[in-house]
């Protein structure tokens, strides 16, 4: 079946814009989770969806970044004003439910000029 | 905080078994440890999990210690296309850390 993709799968923008990127879990994945990685690190955790909810979104860094999941399944991750330091790959995961197997999507690479 | 512990790099000769070690000293009962890996520029990519006991798959080997504070995994059969990062982690934190990166030698 299909896995986890996302869209764009490379964003270039320019400082103080808003962007979306978009997130397709898998079929049946009721966890869905954001993360982000910059270059030479790990990912770092944003935020976890369980179904329509966002039932953890410490990672988040400032209010800048918001993300929704309206029907339970596609996300999409909200960036206002964006700054340089916002460059990074963003991605998306999903799972049947908390603290199963994450399935990865590609990422969105993002670049604020 | 990073709940696990990995060397930042680890070099195997291709065709042997590569043991990757993470340390999770304060893992809780209930956490599973999960291990996946990051080819560059792609997601990362489950490998295995477990609790308690060592685990098998096509993939790898996990054994995990009988206190659960370190497992190791193994790739019995280590080749170039296992060169990647290897992230263990523990869950219900979700944090990833730095890895290991392995680089597998021809």
Known sequence: GAGVSQTPSNKVTEKGKYVELRCDPISGHTALYWYRQSLGQGPEFLIYFQGTGAADDSGLPNDRFFAVRPEGSVSTLKIQRTERGDSAVYLCASSLGYQETQYFGPGTRLLVL | ?106
């Open chain 2, 1 to 106: 905080d990073a709940k696990t512990t990995q060397p930042p790099s680890m070099d195997c000769a291709e065709g042997r078994a590569a043991n990757l070690p993470c340390n999770h000293s304060t893992i809780s009962g209930n956490e599973y440890v999960y291990w996946y890996r990051q080819i560059h520029s792609q997601g990362p990519q489950y490998i295995i999990h477990g609790l308690k006991n060592n685990e098998t798959n096509e993939m790898a080997s996990l054994i995990i210690t009988e206190d659960r504070k370190s497992s190791t995994l193994i790739l019995p059969h280590a080749t170039l296309r296992d060169t990647a990062v290897y992230y263990c982690i523990v869950t219900q934190k979700l944090v990833f850390g730095q890895g290991t990166r392995l680089t597998i030698n021809p």
